[in-house]
């Protein structure tokens, strides 16, 4: 294949939320299908050292890795396109990079030089965008560069990458520009200035695009796409039309019409042949010719913003097109929940989802979605706080411990179901310092997540601090709600299961993260087929 792992960097112009991730992921995509081994990674221009301290209001979800790392979303995309685990090494924040920096500056490393963004700054940047490639794993890496070019915060990584393109040297990194043209309805026709303007920005620091890939509602024309190479420095072929599409697992097979992946293995100086695409074509197939349809309530205190739940809404499309079946999500704000308004919310659905968070806002509506799907036998699913809300319910309305809550919410509760981990008790700095990624869980016989996984022993991925307490678990038990899945090494309780109820199911962890479109979550696939089966009964 190759000797020199080659670089790609994505930078983006005029307006953020263009896309540049399911880019990446895209590109990814079509040169894995050719056989090169390739992986992402994303940089963050904000000084928070990880996203896991940030407001799913204002960042969207938090994406957690095999090793613990809390990442970007965006790693999300990456790991359900390319099928391959990403690490602590795929994403970079400013935050971190400046943490190093200061680090070796205290322990005197720069031997009393002055400590500036350049070099020092962004020498750490180009080491970090490196770690992948140097690892001996990879032909290719792509970088996503976050924000848009001309952002303050942006400007040690361009300038990094000016340096690092220089430094590998012709045919072993090139940069794609993804920019907006935008369509102007008073005036009936595509606008070319912005991206020009982009460009412009992004030459201004020393850093020539290579490809243009144009965001855009409606088709390119060939005088606008030879105007655009020809004022913006690129070849024609390098001027790739990215058309919004009904779905992202669209975007390869559109990369791929464009050329996007022949114009990036020419500009590197790599062999191009046809990707193998058919098992991602069989599950669009699948997708977008459904059988069958249900709907699933989601029911979390962040529905108004599709991103605060990114993984989950994506493992539905996976596990929907692996049960040849649409899953329409109904988002449901479990503020908005109680005793009057919960059958009239629920009692049309076919499942129901309580999703993952922190806090107190929202919990009663939670715990009151819970009763009515377990005594109207709806199929349930809890996640991380989710199952919590189960064994809370449970406790209050078939134990009768009428106070029993969670610390989190109520730390004078005198009947503490869900306690703070031990380990937890004397930590007072939030940011890392959850229980974080893979942990291992043991199965227990004829149960419902036993049957689903066919393992005795799986590992899944966490982020929480609070956990089922033990004290409790006898008479939990005892009642009816059994602990199925529990961790080896800690006896903590992983899995809760209601065998007299038709499937449902709490899980302490985090399935969403590991669901893939080569493989979808087998969780999530049998909560589709159960909420299926409960619509046609």
Known sequence: MTTTTKYIFVTGGVTSSLGKGIIAASLAKLLQAQGYRTTIQKLDPYINVDPGTLNPYEHGECYVTEDGAETDLDLGHYE?????????????????????????????????????????????????????????????????????????????????????????????????????????????????????????????????????????????????????????????????????????????????????????????????????????????????????????????????????????????????AENEVKVNVEAIHSEHLDTKSVKEKLAHLNGVLVAPGFGERGIEGKIEAVRYVRENNIPFFGICLGMQMAVIEYARNVLKLQDANSTEMDPNTSHPVINLMEEQKHIEDKGGTMRLGAWACQLKENSIVKAVYKQDVITERHRHRFEFNNAYREQIEAAGMIPTGVNPDTGLVEVVEIPSHPWFVGVQYHPEYKSTVANPHPLFVAFVKAATEHKTK
């Open 80 to 320: 359900r396109f390319l099928n391959v685990n990403t690490s602590q090494a795929n994403n970079v924040t400013t935050g971190r990079i400046y943490q190093s920096v200061i680090e070796k500056e205290r322990r005197g490393e720069f031997l009393g030089k002055t400590v500036q963004v350049v070099p020092h700054i962004t020498d750490e940047i180009k080491e970090r965008i490196q770690i992948l490639g140097n690892s001996g794993d990879y032909d290719i890496v792509i970088t996503e560069i976050g924000g848009t070019v001309g952002d303050i915060e942006s400007l040690p990584y361009i300038e990094a990458v000016r340096q690092l393109k220089w430094d590998l040297g012709d045919n072993n990194g090139i940069v794609i520009h993804l920019t907006l043209v935008p369509f102007l309805s008073a005036a009936g026709e595509l606008k070319t200035k912005p991206t020009q303007h982009s460009v412009k920005t992004l030459m201004e620091s020393g850093v020539q695009a290579d490809v243009l890939v144009c965001r855009t509602e409606h088709e390119l024309p060939e005088d606008l796409r030879t105007k655009l190479a020809l004022f913006c420095n690129v070849r024609e072929e390098a001027v790739i039309q990215s058309i919004d599409a009904s779905t992202i697992y669209d975007v390869p097979n559109l990369m791929l019409n464009q050329g996007l992946d022949k114009v990036v293995l020419k500009k590197l100086a790599l062999n191009s042949s046809k990707p193998d695409l058919t098992q991602w074509n069989q599950f669009l197939q699948r997708h977008k010719n459904p059988k069958a349809e249900i709907t699933i309530g989601l029911i979390g205190k962040y529905v108004e913003l599709q991103d605060s739940y990114k993984s989950i809404l994506e493992a539905f499309i996976h596990a929907g």
